[in-house]
């Protein structure tokens, strides 16, 4: 006989779980393809974790177009203009400006201001493109087992929520009770 307790238990425990798991695998996958800092593939990892599988798909290719701008800027500005502060202004507006005229979205842009910070402000013994295809590749990486995870494992969701969305896709659920949305 479950309790309420019991099954709500077992409810907040599964994000915990998956989300482990996945930063391990993508610990332990970093380690195993020989990458510099693992650390960046389960910080990647964790991100996607926190969605649903549309919303980690969606989080994902912003963060994994985010960083390949973002790598490949700090990388190019380093190498033609060095580790300046007029280079790293350059930098950020310029990522800024691209992902505008790439109808990119701000988590897009986010991602490539990120990495594009490490890449330039990062004290590195290698060359700075070595540093940046490496960022690339971990954070490439975590997405890739975050998605992996995420598609094999996907979280449920509460069924009074699948109900309320196809029931009323559009609305606020304040609206729903006769109260108007609050912007």
Request: proline fraction near 7%.
């Amino acid at each position: 006989m479950k309790t309420p307790q019991l099954t709500s238990l077992k409810k907040r425990i599964v994000h915990p779980a998956r989300t482990t798991i996945a930063a391990v695998l993508s610990l332990l996958a970093a380690r195993v393809v020989g990458l510099p800092e693992v650390y960046w593939a389960p910080i990647s990892t964790m991100i996607v974790m926190q969605s649903t599988l549309g919303a980690a798909l969606t989080i994902s290719w912003h963060r994994w177009v985010g960083t390949a701008l973002g790598s490949a800027a700090g990388a190019l500005l380093v190498t033609c203009l060095g580790p300046s502060l007029i280079a790293f202004g350059v930098g950020v507006f310029g990522t800024g400006l691209l992902c505008a005229a790439l109808r990119l979205d701000r988590p897009a842009y986010r991602f490539a201001g990120i990495t594009l910070t490490v890449i330039m402000l990062v004290a590195h013994t290698e060359p700075v493109w070595v540093m940046a295809i490496h960022r690339f590749a971990e954070v490439s990486l975590g997405i890739a087992v975050g998605v992996i995870v995420t598609v094999l494992w996907p979280e449920q969701q509460p069924r009074h929520a699948h109900i309320h969305d196809q029931e009323h896709p559009t609305k606020q659920p304040n609206e729903q009770r006769g109260q108007p949305g609050k912007l």
